[in-house]
């Protein structure tokens, strides 16, 4: 099952999609120039093999919930996204709010 909800950020709109599969749920929240997901993420393979793509990620991992993935601290991010300040350590939310002012 998929579902997809707007996610109010200060008041402009994020978008989460949460992806229900057999043993796992993959949950992510996006924006028009970037997004943050739960530890199914190889941020890794994002900044090594698609650098040239510049691609604006991060992960948090022991998420449960689209809630969760707001409210925990991350725990990795691209180079382009740390470029931005978005950086280890600072909640979904935070991340998010850079990624909606930078849009």
């Given at each position: 099952?998929?579902?997809?909800?707007?996610?109010?950020?200060?008041?402009?709109?994020?978008?989460?999609?949460?992806?229900?599969?057999?043993?796992?749920?993959?949950?992510?929240?996006t924006t028009k120039i970037?997004?943050?997901?739960?530890?199914?993420?190889?941020?890794?393979?994002?900044?090594?093999?698609?650098?040239?793509?510049?691609?604006?990620?991060?992960?948090?991992?022991g998420v449960r919930t689209?809630?969760?993935?707001?409210?925990?601290?991350?725990?990795?991010?691209?180079?382009?996204?740390?470029?931005?300040?978005?950086?280890?350590?600072?909640?979904?939310?935070?991340?998010?709010?850079?990624?909606?002012?930078?849009?």
């Amino acid at each position: 099952m998929i579902r997809m909800e707007p996610v109010d950020i200060n008041g402009r709109t994020a978008m989460a999609i949460e992806v229900k599969l057999p043993k796992t749920t993959l949950i992510a929240i996006t924006t028009k120039i970037g997004y943050i997901m739960c530890g199914a993420l190889d941020v890794g393979l994002l900044n090594e093999r698609l650098k040239d793509r510049q691609i604006i990620a991060a992960r948090a991992t022991g998420v449960r919930t689209i809630e969760d993935l707001l409210t925990m601290p991350l725990e990795s991010v691209t180079e382009t996204a740390a470029s931005m300040g978005i950086v280890a350590g600072i909640t979904g939310r935070e991340a998010i709010e850079k990624m909606l002012q930078h849009e």
